[in-house]
């Protein structure tokens, strides 16, 4: 069974940092596809970063590609998501996604696996 548990996440002023963290087991983690997507009340689930299986495949979505950075550690079944300069509208719960290799690289429903989250909060 394939498990994700993310962490990292707050509530932090404008302007500061945060970052996430994933840890996956039940997968052969090296062949698995990972991304982080996030959800803001009353809207749709959005992809925000994604780590293919191949070192150089890495995408952060245009919203948020000056700020935010996605790394991935195959040795500690790992990715970690830096958020840099955090605005009010970074604020959503922040969900890590796994699947295997294949897909529109944000497409929701072709990830099988979920973690349950964690909240980001930014205020003014």
């Known amino acids: 069974k394939v498990q994700l548990v993310e962490s990292g996440g707050g509530s932090v002023q404008t302007g500061r940092s945060l970052t996430l963290s994933c840890v996956a087991s039940?997968?052969?983690?090296?062949?698995?596809?990972m991304a982080w997507f996030r959800q803001a009340p009353d809207k749709e689930r959005e992809g925000v970063a994604f780590a293919g299986i191949r070192s150089e495949v890495r995408n952060v979505d245009a919203s948020v590609k000056a700020r935010f950075r996605i790394f991935r550690d195959d040795f500690k079944n790992t990715i970690s998501l830096y958020m840099t300069n955090l605005e009010p509208e970074d604020t959503a719960m922040y969900y890590c996604?796994?699947?295997?290799?294949?897909?529109?690289?944000?497409?929701?429903?072709?990830?099988?696996?979920w973690g349950r989250g964690t909240q980001v909060t930014v205020f003014t």
């Open positions: 039940g997968t052969t983690f090296s062949e698995t596809e």
């Open positions: 996604a796994a699947r295997p290799p294949g897909g529109s690289l944000y497409r929701v429903c072709t990830y099988p696996w």
